[in-house]
């Protein structure tokens, strides 16, 4: 067990940061929204780390203005917590924070085994709880089983484009040539070096990434899946930034590393399961084709970038497609919808994203970054098309770089909008 005394200093200096924190300064999150205060269902903040789960959580209870009690377990003087020191926890926090506290925010609580049993204890006595994790497995695995239906889960991750701005203080409603510039200048700063909150004013942005990345592939993998070949993961995670938007293709990463087909594949869940990897599933209603053929996107470019050896392809359009994808992913889990990209066969012309209401297609998006030239217009709008007439769906979308307007090609409306446009939406 480990001793109160310390627990107790880790948990005073923690309550020292929170006095200076001063929310009225923070960037708004679209997701403060999803937050509920009025009910007894743990609220559950997961996402990517270093994407903001604690400091929106701070923010929405310091606005709120409750009386909440604060604890980081991401912290190596906690780092061999056990189940029976929780308990030590909590009252550490009543002498802290007095007996009086009815909310409790619970940093990187998952990597304590057990923890869910003492959150159902809390959860009893109509304590408000926060949690925040790294890893999905906190609610693919624990909470549905242990809290079965207690939790209110809240999906974080790295700025949008829209946030992205409002902490650069750039002007999204302005008309003038200046303003037009630096929403422009903006976005490739956005699409290059990403929406990590903590890089935005950092020089040294390669040392962030690669220490942010190593904390992933260490802290909440490594250890937390006794992974003892950590330079085949490593070598994986690498492999996947440098080719994002791409297939997974199983066999050639086991080729290529030496290592079983079976464990490339378990590697590459790990590291979906850590958020670094959002995984694509194709449109099919053969769940071996789902599974056979997915595409692997990074959960922020400014991972492709800012790193050694970093050999991802500077192609606009694939960054380009990454973003609206990672963007699609905030805004489809408001609605519950589903996302996923459509290749009927290897030859079929490929529509990058379906967004889907119960397995109906509610919208077919295109990305292009350019679409000048008439062979990629031609091959970017018939794609649409064809799909539309499969799938039966006539709400049809282009993202293109600099364009917006709507074109009728095959009888179907197709709107074009500008990467600037349709990122800034609501």
């Known amino acids: ?6 627990i107790l200093q880790v948990l005073a200096e923690q309550q020292e940061e929170i006095k200076s924190y001063k929310p009225q300064k923070w960037v708004t999150r679209r997701e403060e929204s999803l937050f509920e205060f009025d009910t ?7 996402g990517v780390r270093r994407s903001g789960k604690s400091t929106i959580c701070h923010k929405v209870l310091l606005e709120r203005g409750v009386k909440y009690g604060y604890v980081n377990l991401d912290d190596d003087r906690l780092a061999d917590m056990k189940t029976e020191d929780l308990n030590t926890v909590l009252s550490c926090i009543y002498q802290l924070y007095g007996t009086d506290v009815s909310y409790l925010l619970l940093d990187e609580i998952q990597d304590v085994d057990g923890w869910y049993l003492f959150v159902n204890r809390l959860l009893r006595t109509s304590l408000r709880i926060f949690i925040t994790g790294s890893n999905a497995k906190l609610l693919s695995g624990e909470l549905a089983t242990h809290l079965t239906g207690r939790y209110n889960e809240i999906r974080l991750y790295p700025f949008s484009f829209s946030e992205f701005c409002s902490f650069h203080n750039i002007d999204l409603a302005g008309i003038t040539t200046k303003a037009d510039a630096e929403r422009k200048r903006a976005f490739m700063d956005y699409i290059h070096d990403g929406g990590f909150p903590e890089i935005q004013n950092l020089r040294n942005k390669r040392g962030y990434v690669e220490s942010l990345i190593e904390a992933i592939l260490r802290k909440d993998i490594k250890n937390r899946f006794k992974i003892r070949n950590i330079e085949a ?3 994986i995670a690498h492999y996947l930034i440098n080719n994002a938007c791409q297939e997974v293709n199983y066999d050639e990463l086991s080729g290529l590393l030496g290592i079983a087909d079976k464990t490339v594949k378990k590697y590459v869940d790990y590291l979906r399961q850590a958020f670094m990897i959002q995984l694509l599933t194709r449109h099919s209603f053969k769940v071996k084709e789902r599974v056979r053929n997915q595409k692997a996107y990074v959960v922020d470019t400014g991972l492709q970038s800012n790193r050694e050896n970093a050999l991802a392809p500077e192609n606009l359009g694939w960054r380009l497609e990454n973003v609206v994808y990672i963007e699609l992913l905030r ?5 519950f919808l589903d996302v996923y990209y459509y290749k009927p066969n290897p030859k079929a012309k490929e529509v990058d994203f379906v967004v889907c209401d119960k397995g109906k297609a509610l919208e077919l998006i295109q990305v292009a970054y350019d ?33 917006s307007r709507d074109l009728v090609k095959g009888g179907k409306t197709i709107h074009i909008v500008s990467a600037l446009e349709w990122l800034m939406r609501v």
């Not at 067990?1 to 310390?6: A, G, L, P, R, V």
């Not at 805004?331 to 609605?335: G, P």
């Not at 030239?373 to 649409?384: D, F, H, N, Q, V």
């Open 331 to 335: 805004r489809c889990t408001d609605d």
């Open 40 to 46: 007894q269902m743990a609220q559950v903040v997961i």
């Open 1 to 6: 067990m480990i001793d109160e005394k310390i």
């Open 233 to 235: 993961l490593r070598k």
């Open 371 to 403: 679409i000048e030239a008439p062979k990629t217009y031609e091959r970017e709008t018939s794609s649409l098309v064809k799909a539309s007439e499969t799938l039966h769906c006539d709400r049809l979308t282009l993202v293109a770089m600099t364009q």
